[in-house]
């Protein structure tokens, strides 16, 4: 399978089935293979009195998390909707539990696998309720240490996880580029022999393009269909040209790795006598001559006795006459 591309609408509906679905369908135009959203009550998510992130506040204003989120929430009934939807039109649906009632939820509607947001890595208790289904698991490490990391791939494994996938993630949003640190996702890769790949907060797509190229098996981005919009992520995504750019450079990224063998493609070898040069006379020479360095030399095409064999044609006699430029036979 190629890297699986993961367009990650989260609460960029702004609480609209109608507009989910408008994201669903640009997803599927830009060629992501899944649409990701997020599945919360706001209640269960965070407390009453809890403070948004600055980038929240410059995006919505000065209003409580809580306040925020209910406003982005969809019902359990518009979510499966909006999965049948997105079943109808060919793209896969997958949303993010930020509860363990949605977790509930979205275990009785299919999820394929579980995407664990970076939040909720030290989170044992719900760590524990996506592993029990016994569901791949493929879970972000924004903010985390490799200590971190290591205990919550513990935690997943011991309760009875599928197959575990760990994506590097920064949670800046924007994240500045000297805050990648894209290096670190092939660190994860070698210290917990799993699969890895990369949840992308920065501005444009460069970086996700190149952790496609680093070896990211997954790759998933924000994206709207209006940046302007109000929201806290609008501003931090894509637009659906954007989205496009992105995954047509990443599956070009994904054509050029090629197997690692090295070797004449099959578009190249039509080249090969064109552009390599054969031993050729380079003056009239007679037959029964000694061939020297001074009646040979070595020009193009490649279709006659390769130059790497100059030694061994060197000292030889001409075995017939040779006008200027005719390649040279033994």
Known sequence: MGIYIIAEAGVNHNGSYELACRLADAALEAGADCIKFQTFKAEKL???????????????GDTSQQEMLKKLELSYEEFISLKKYCESIGIAFLSTPFDFESIDFLNSIGMPFWKVPSGEVTNLPYLRAVARTGKPVVMSTGMCTMDEIASSVQALRESGAGEITLLHCNTEYPTPYEDVNLRAMQTI??????????????????????????????????????????????????????????VTSIRHIEAALGSGVKEPSPS?????????KSIVAARAIRAGELLTE???????????????????VLGTRAVRDYAEDEMIEL
Do not use: C
């Open 268 to 276: 190249e070898k039509k080249n090969m006598a064109v552009a390599r």
């Open 46 to 60: 965070v407390s009453k009195n809890a403070e948004k992130a600055q980038y929240q506040k410059a995006a919505t």
């Open 189 to 246: 890769r070698d210290t917990f022999g799993l699969e890895v790949g990369y949840s992308d907060h920065t501005k444009g797509i460069e970086v996700p393009v190149a952790a496609a190229a680093m070896g990211a098996v997954i790759i998933e981005k924000h994206f709207t269909l209006d940046r302007n919009m109000e929201g806290p992520d609008h501003k931090a995504s894509l637009e659906p040209q954007e989205l496009k750019d992105m």
């Open 294 to 312: 001074d009646n040979i030399t070595v020009k193009r095409p490649g279709t006659g006795i390769s130059p790497m064999r100059w030694d061994e």
